[in-house]
């Protein structure tokens, strides 16, 4: 897990629920996009300030009587970064330096 998943900063999260909700329900499920899906489901997805915004969507799901199938933080998403970047720049000494002959090596 990341830290921003762990409840220190907003993170987009799809939430996806068995069949497919009416559009209407888009108002009550304030900044989150909902998208039927082609296998019957309802993509709901957003950015999540933080974990009590997240079980407060949650219960609006329970309510509805929604089945929930999944909650999944995407933090690629919201970073604006592709998803197989890595999650941490290269620390300061990880740096290109010539040896001793001449050749250059990662220092690690």
Known sequence: MTSSS???GPVCYDI???GHLDPLWSTWFTGLTLTHEDDGTTSLHGVVTDQAELHGLLAKVRDLGAT???VTPDDAAHRGAPADAPADPP???QHDEPDENG???QER
């Open 16 to 18: 996806r629920v068995l």
């Open 68 to 70: 929930l199938l999944s």
């Open 6 to 8: 762990r409840g220190q």
């Open 103 to 105: 050749d250059r090596e």
């Open 91 to 93: 620390s300061p000494n």
